[in-house]
C-alpha cells in the first residue's frame, strides 16, 4: 500500500457515502471499497485510498504575508530567488523579512549607510 488509507465506519451505506463526499471535497480518492458490513453487526466499513491534491508552491508562497518585502510602504511579493534576508523587529521580536534588492539599497541611502 502506498499513500494514505482511510478507513469509514458508518451506521448505514448513506452514512459512509456521505463521510466519502466530504472527504473527496479536501483529499483525492483514487480507489473506493464497496461497503462491508461489520462483523459486530453494527454499520458498515468502507476503505478509500486518497492523495494529497497537488499544491501550487508559487501560489502559497505569494499568498503568505511573511513573502512581502519588509519597507516601508513597498510591500510586494518578493520571489525567494530574488530575496535579501534583512534583519528586523517588530512586536514578534527578531526575524529575518525578505527585501528586494532595489528598496535595500534605497533604504541604506535613505538612511546614509550607503552612497
Known amino acids: 500500500m502506498s499513500g494514505i ?6 451506521g448505514d451505506v448513506d452514512q459512509a ?3 466519502a463526499l466530504a472527504i473527496g471535497r479536501v483529499l483525492t480518492v ?3 471499497s464497496p461497503p462491508r ?18 499544491v501550487d508552491v508559487d501560489a502559497a508562497d505569494r499568498a ?13 511579493y518578493v520571489p525567494l530567488d ?9 512586536d514578534g521580536g527578531v526575524w529575518y523579512a525578505r527585501w528586494h534588492p532595489a ?10 549607510l550607503r552612497r
Open 5 to 10: 488509507q482511510v478507513r469509514i465506519v458508518a
Open 30 to 32: 483514487t480507489r473506493e
Open 103 to 112: 528598496c535595500l539599497r534605497a533604504e541604506q541611502r535613505d538612511r546614509g
Open 82 to 90: 530574488d530575496a535579501l534576508p534583512v534583519p528586523t523587529v517588530g
Open 37 to 54: 458490513p461489520r462483523r459486530s453487526g453494527d454499520g458498515v466499513t468502507v476503505y478509500l485510498d486518497v492523495e494529497l491534491p497537488p
Open 17 to 19: 457515502d456521505a463521510a
Open 64 to 76: 503568505d504575508p511573511a513573502n512581502r518585502c519588509g519597507r516601508a510602504g513597498c510591500g510586494q
